[in-house]
Antibody, heavy 121, light 112 residues
Framework: EVQLVESGGGLVKPGGSLRLSCVASGFTFSNAWMTWVRQAQGKGLEWVGS??????????AYAAPVKGRFTISRDDSKNTLYLQMNSLKTEDTAIYYC????????????WGQGTLVTVSS | DVVMTQSPLSLPVTLGQPASISCRSS???????????LNWFQQRPGQSPRRLIY???NRDSGVPDRFSGSGSGSAFTLNISSLEAEDVGIYYC?????????FGPGTRVEIK
């Protein structure tokens, strides 16, 4: 069974930093493109960014609102996905989820419980 | 960037009746690998989202067969053949073909 467990959220002041983690199990993590998605309170789902596999060059892509401030990385030896968030803004306040990208190699479902990031002074 | 639209945004349905949600993309979602990466997600009140359908019409394991997906190119539909109380929630389509990825605004399904 696919499991994704996010952690690392919390309260941070504007301009601060936070690193989120997502530990994966139940599938071959190293073969999966992974994605971060966020959801502000009462709002819809927003794609944050994605990372490809080592085979595909560990290429990353980011949404415009976070580009240059957020960095996605992965440690395949630990089955863990990371989201480094710098220069945080109040509008980054949201629940952050990691999910598996559907590609021609892997198309497994799975959402974790998410981790709440609150940016406030 | 690809823009995803959904209609209606709110859908009151009588229990036992069918429901249909439309999702359209501003560009074709056919990938160069031949697949069309159009997914449907359900978010029940107070819960994390979960995927129902991937690549237009493939149901995920454990998803009731009253849910079905169809479409091609840039026009897609999620159908619920007979609404049950547990189906109340918000439904999102998402494209995974083009960068940046994009979700639709969501359709709120409620009991009439």
């Amino acid at each position: 069974e696919v499991q994704l467990v996010e952690s690392g959220g919390g309260l941070v002041k504007p301009g601060g930093s936070l690193r989120l983690s997502c530990v994966a199990s139940g599938f071959t993590f190293s073969n999966a493109w992974m994605t971060w998605v966020r959801q502000a309170q009462g709002k819809g789902l927003e794609w944050v960014g994605s990372i490809k596999t080592k085979t595909d060059g560990v290429t990353t892509a980011y949404a415009a609102p976070v580009k240059g401030r957020f960095t996605i990385s992965r440690d395949d030896s630990k089955n863990t996905l990371y989201l480094q968030m710098n220069s945080l803004k109040t509008e980054d306040t949201a629940i952050y989820y990691c999910i598996i990208e559907c590609t021609s190699t892997i198309c497994a479902p799975g959402w974790g419980q998410g981790t709440l990031v609150t940016v406030s002074s | 960037d690809v823009v995803m639209t959904q209609s209606p945004l709110s859908l009151p349905v009588t229990l036992g009746q069918p429901a249909s949600i439309s999702c359209r993309s501003s560009q074709s979602l056919v990938h160069i690998d031949g697949n069309t990466y159009l997914n449907w997600f359900q978010q029940r009140p107070g819960q994390s989202p979960r995927r129902l359908i991937y690549k237009i019409s493939n149901r995920d394991s454990g998803v009731p067969d009253r849910f079905s997906g169809s479409g091609s190119g840039s026009a897609f539909t999620l159908n619920i053949s007979s609404l049950e109380a547990e189906d109340v929630g918000i439904y999102y389509c998402m494209q995974g073909t083009h960068w940046p990825r994009a979700f639709g605004p969501g359709t709120r399904v409620e009991i009439k």
